[in-house]
């Protein structure tokens, strides 16, 4: 067990909808990362957060939107939700810059 | 762009054998460079090397990087089926981002 805490498990959604993935970072972690993995795609990073502010913004979609709040856990806002958004989304958290990622399990999307 | 490539991207050996997975990278700015263990979930992390020629180790697992011709290998000696995974590379650069490689998938057979 990581410490990292995703919710919801598994999300099943219809297109155009919108959804929120919740994440705990690990206790002490002040960074929280957000990934997409689908399977052709592999581990693609979407946004960092660092003690609530945006650090680092990968390929993020207009369409989804993140923030950490002060007590250090993040959402991931998804909309307009297409079938190519089904994925399993990822958060991570770390302690500081030059530390390793700590991976929650993820919260299954499918849109159908 | 930042790009992380890894080989073989599957493998299918028997138990006992011994494996090497590539990965190479091309990052700019760079800091350290990870492995990781997928099964079913979450990626679990395994190593970070940020020097080179410095071997990590961790029972049957070992890893060493090499930072002038930009590549790492992770050792896997006596492989047990309980190894089978998807282990990840990943480099962290200086815009405090990791960058993933696709992964090779392990399969070890009993």
């Known amino acids: 067990d990581s410490g990292v805490t995703q919710t919801p498990k598994h999300l099943i959604t219809a297109t155009g909808q919108r959804v929120t993935l919740r994440c705990s970072p690990r206790?002490?972690?002040?960074?929280v990362y957000w990934y997409q993995q689908s399977l052709d795609q592999g581990l693609q990073f979407l946004i960092q957060?660092?003690?609530?502010?945006?650090?680092a913004k990968g390929n993020i979609l207009e369409r989804f939107s993140a923030q950490q709040f002060p007590d250090l856990h993040s959402e991931l806002n998804l909309s307009s939700l297409e079938l190519g958004d089904s994925a399993l989304y990822f958060c991570?958290?770390?302690?500081?810059?030059?530390?390793?990622?700590?991976f929650g399990n993820g919260t299954r999307l499918t849109v159908t | 762009e930042d790009k992380v490539v890894q080989s073989p991207l599957s493998l299918v050996v028997h138990e006992g054998d011994t494996v090497t997975l590539n990965c190479s990278y091309e990052?700019?700015?760079?800091?350290?460079l990870l492995w990781y263990k997928q099964e079913k979930k979450a990626p679990t992390f395994l190593f970070m090397l940020t020097s080179s020629g410095i071997e990590k180790k961790s029972g049957r697992l070992s890893s060493i990087l090499d930072k002038k011709e930009l590549f790492s290998i992770l050792n896997i000696t006596a492989t047990q089926t309980g190894d089978s995974a998807i282990y990840l590379c990943a480099v962290l650069h200086y815009g405090q981002n990791f960058v993933f490689g696709p992964g090779t998938r392990l399969s070890v057979l009993p």
């Open positions: 991570a958290s770390s302690v500081g810059v030059d530390s390793p990622l700590h």
């Open positions: 957060y660092y003690n609530g502010e945006e650090r």
């Open positions: 990052v700019t700015n760079f800091r350290s």
């Open positions: 206790s002490g972690d002040l960074s």
